[in-house]
């Protein structure tokens, strides 16, 4: 059911977010059940099932945190965002993405994101999002826990970048299908954070877990699945607020500093990810 790889540990510091005063920009999170999308100077402007509709029937584009259909998710975004955006003026795009398989994630959704004509699509750890969207302090070791509708993801943050990310191929969407339950994903996420204490040779993970828990996704709404993981994780577990659109706020955050910037001299990389 899961599976885990362990990012390299970031040493050097963040790159400066690239600087982009005059450009439009776009805020993207292409979950397996929900796009989301945030376009400056407007907000959010759409939270909509990830389908598109290709013949007679309806095609889910994205499985599990896994782009299966990128033409389809190309014709999707050019749907929903085709007559929201000016047109001679290319947004800058920033994405937010899995941990977990994010290299080919990332390659498929700026392939779909071609569509829109973008300046540059620069993509961000959806962890990393969330923190930002939680005004989390990033100076310090973070567990973030995101429970979507298909993935659940477990990163440990460490200076803002990822460490350690663990996944598994279960989310609020399989409740009550094939017995999953509440307790049965909340377990899941219990086990993925003891792995994590039992393999780090650092303080990191058992730091960020004493400090609490970051919660973000729909599971983060549903109570049972907090209290499961408050009790059995001994630990403060918190929500981000609105955390079913965490990781596309976190992601608008980043696209705001790069337009209120004092300097607006900066030149934008054709693609760039950052966490």
């Given at each position: 059911m899961s599976f885990a790889r362990r990012p390299h540990p970031s040493t050097a510091a963040h790159?400066?977010?690239?600087?982009c005063r005059r450009c439009s920009?776009?805020?993207l999170d292409m979950g397996s059940a929900r796009t989301r999308i945030w376009v400056s100077g407007r907000g959010m402007i759409l939270d909509v099932p990830t389908v598109t509709f290709p013949g007679t029937g309806a095609v889910h584009p994205v499985r599990?945190?896994?782009i299966v259909d990128t033409p389809g998710a190309a014709r999707m975004l050019d749907r929903l965002l085709s007559r929201h955006l000016p047109r001679f003026r290319r947004p800058l795009v920033i994405l937010a993405t899995p941990v977990l398989d994010g290299v080919?994630?990332?390659?498929?959704?700026?392939?779909?994101?071609e569509v829109l004509r973008p300046?540059?699509?620069l993509t961000v750890p959806a962890a990393r999002a969330v923190a930002l969207a939680g005004g989390a302090d990033l100076s310090r070791p973070l567990l973030v826990v995101d429970i979507g509708a298909h993935i659940t993801e477990v990163v440990l943050l460490s200076e803002g970048a990822v460490v350690d990310a663990h996944r598994a191929a279960l989310g609020t969407g399989d409740i009550d299908g094939a017995g999953t339950t509440h307790t049965g994903i909340a377990d899941v996420v219990i086990d993925m954070v003891a792995t994590m204490l039992r393999q780090d040779r650092t303080s990191l993970t058992l730091d960020a877990l004493q400090r609490g828990v970051l919660l973000a996704g729909g599971g983060a709404l549903r109570p049972d699945i907090t209290y499961r993981l408050t009790g059995r994780l001994h630990t403060s577990v918190r929500a981000v607020p609105a955390p079913h659109t965490a990781a596309v706020r976190g992601a608008a955050?980043?696209?705001e500093s790069t337009h209120a910037h004092p300097s607006a001299a900066g030149s934008i990389p054709?693609?760039?990810?950052?966490g």
């Open positions: 790159r400066a977010w690239p600087l920009g776009i805020a599990r945190g896994a080919a994630y990332r390659a498929e959704a700026r392939a779909a994101v300046r540059a699509v955050k980043l696209l054709r693609a760039a990810h950052f």
